[in-house]
Every structure is written in C-alpha cells, then in structure tokens.
C-alpha cells in the first residue's frame, strides 16, 4: 500500500510561483515513477507532469512546458512541482499519483495509487 500526501497549495496572484510536494509512504519510493494531475471546476482530471523512477526522464503537458519543473527527492520519498508563471487557468486542484512499474505515463490509467489533492488557485 503507498500513501500519498500532497501540499503546498494556496491562493496566488498570477504571475506569481508554488512549489507543491508529495510525500509518499513505502520503503521502495525510488522505484515509483510518479505524476501530477489536475482537474480544474467542471473538468475532467488532466495530465500535468511526470517523472521516472530515477529521476532521468521528465513528461509535462504543453500547458505546463517552460513554467513547471517536476523533480523528485528519494532519499525524502518527496515529489514536487515547482509552478512559475502561474495563471487562472492554473486553478484546480493538483494531485500526486504513484506508478509502480516505474516508466512514467500521461495516462492516468496507468497510475495505481492517488493523492487526496491540494487546492491551488491563481487569481487575475
């Protein structure tokens, strides 16, 4: 069973920057590939970015391509995204997903295990 625990999310001016985390539980944390999805008012839950197991290979919308920066820490069993430019259409509420076959995918289906979400919102 892997645990996740988002945050990091608030109110942000536009323009303005977030850095979300996403601790996960699980001795074998390095092995997960892991991914942020969003899902904003009255959408269905989108692909943001991902990371691979080691770290080496990185995914992202073409929404987030130039201001959002996905990394991960195992030694911390943390993922984070680091969001710049941030913009209204920015606001949802992002989630952290763990792939335990490590590779990375923009599919949600491919993720096994979720996150509860962390709210972010940018205002204009």
């Known amino acids: 069973q892997v645990q996740l625990v988002e945050s990091g999310g608030r109110l942000v001016q536009a323009g303005g920057s977030l850095r979300l985390s996403c601790s996960a539980s699980?001795?074998?944390?390095?092995?997960?590939?892991m991914a942020w999805f969003r899902q904003a008012p009255g959408k269905e839950r989108e692909f943001g970015a991902a990371i691979n197991w080691t770290g080496g290979r990185t995914y992202y919308a073409d929404s987030a391509k130039g201001r959002f920066t996905i990394s991960r820490d195992n030694a911390k069993n943390t993922v984070y995204l680091q969001m710049n430019s941030l913009k209204p259409e920015d606001t949802a509420v992002y989630y952290c997903?763990?792939?335990?076959?490590?590779?990375?995918?923009?599919?949600?289906?491919?993720?096994?295990?979720w996150g509860q979400g962390t709210q972010v919102t940018v205002s204009s």
């Open positions: 699980g001795r074998t944390f390095s092995s997960y590939a």
């Open positions: 997903a763990a792939d335990l076959r490590g590779h990375g995918s923009l599919s949600q289906d491919e993720y096994e295990y």
